[in-house]
């Protein structure tokens, strides 16, 4: 264990979960029968591991040993009157269960066994050790897409030339693959300008070695537009000063730190995009790599809606919007807690997506991938939960994280009186000022009336 830490995050509650999987969901069962719980119960122990308060539990307001925001204080609010329930008890001809509900979901033109991927990890030092392939690995055997992050080739190679090192890109796909089950998942290749000088999705491409992806359907390419960490600045990282040396010509670095140590920002150019350069570069995308899938990666900007619907236009088999609670390896305090919309406000613009909508940012559990969910997005990511998972246990501690976040997915979908995660919807979600959108109620039973 490397014992990184993921500030933002409850630390210490994703990490019981890491160890102990679907049961710290639940409160310390050995405290059951000498502990009534309700609301706020995060005053009692909450966990295998015996935490307390706001490292093991959630808070009054929702947190979890961070600052609430819009989907936090949101709740699930499930119904009375449940035809779908109706209908799945017609079908099974029994009462439906929890149990009952089916995560399968497309994601991005991929099958992932529930709605949930592996966010980008770039060049940062915390995925560039043995974590990276570790997540990898983990999530190659769960059968979840697997984003490889900005700028891992620029810095720490491709990998075919200068041998497969655990840094590079060919070693995080082949850590992937080769714990790959038929028919799930997919890798997505992120590319940044110093990316697209590196050829990065030419190398991937045309490189034998990712040919059985490519055949299979499960090659994507997202184009990076920005990040939820620092939305309008390019990455970011710290590189040693004889590394920074070698990266001098391809991009920019500042002596932040002082010319006596040993310590250089290394900063990417953010790009540069209009409606029409973005509409272009996914066009680009599909005509020079027709076999592969096309993602685009956007900012919690505040045209964030209109930049959805020009990509999806163009023919984005999934947008991703990041919002300003997530994570990054590096980004200045101000673009931290200042710049950025949050999640919650960018999915509320977007509306109805026109396709597929992925959401992250400060995901790492059940209701609030549920509350995105019934927002619009068709499946979460997991960035800094799933490193920290598998810092934990290198080789079990993303799997069981995702057990405990399937368990209390489907808790939670079938409380709200459906079965597949695409049924959830507006009405499932009441915010401080009332339902998450005007007419929510009216849209649901409208839903359900054609169902009924």
Known sequence: MTTVSAAGLPEQAVRARARHGAAAAFPDVGRYGAVLLGSGSHDASYGPDGSYGPDGSYGPDGSCGHEADALDRARLVPPVFVPRRLEKLIELAREPLFSDV?????????????????????????????????????????????VIGENVVPVSGYGRQEGPGRHSMLARIAAYAAELPDGLGGVVV????????????????????????????????????????????????????????????????????????????????????????????????????????????????????????????????????????????????AFLDHVGLPLAECLRRIGRPAGCLLASGRMWEGARAVKALALGATAVGLGRAALLAADEDPDEGLVR????????????????????????????????????????????????????
């Not at 592996?118 to 055997?141: C, E, I, K, N």
Request: with cysteine; glycine share 12%.
């Open 190 to 333: 992120q590319q940044s300008t110093e990316d697209a000088d590196a050829e990065v999705w030419n190398l991937v491409y045309s490189d034998p070695s990712t040919r059985g992806l490519l055949e299979s359907g499960r090659l994507a390419f997202e184009l990076k537009v920005g990040q939820g960490a620092k939305p309008g600045l390019g990455g970011m990282t710290v590189v040693p000063r004889d590394e920074a040396a070698r990266l001098a010509d391809r991009y920019q670095l500042q002596e932040v730190y002082g010319p006596g140590t040993d310590r250089v920002l290394r900063s990417s150019s953010p790009g540069t995009f209009t409606d029409e350069v973005l509409r272009q570069q996914i066009r680009l995308m599909r005509n020079n790599f027709p076999r592969a899938r096309v993602w685009v990666k956007l900012p919690p900007a505040r045209d964030v809606a209109a930049a959805a619907a020009v990509a999806w236009a163009a023919g984005a088999d999934a947008v991703t919007v990041d919002g300003a609670e997530g994570g990054s390896g590096w980004a200045p305090y």
């Open 102 to 146: 089916e995560l399968t979901t497309a994601v991005g033109g991929f099958t992932a066994p529930m709605p949930v991927y592996v966010s980008a990890f770039g060049s940062t030092a915390a995925a560039g050790v043995s974590l990276g392939a570790a997540a990898a690995r983990q999530a190659g055997r769960l059968g979840l897409p697997l």
């Open 401 to 452: 994280l995702l057990d405990c976040l399937a368990l209390e997915l489907r808790m939670l979908i079938s409380a709200l009186g459906v079965y597949r995660p695409g049924d959830l919807g507006p009405a499932d979600l009441w915010l401080d000022q009332g339902p998450a959108t005007a007419g929510a109620d009216a849209a649901t039973s409208e839903r359900e009336d054609r169902h009924v």
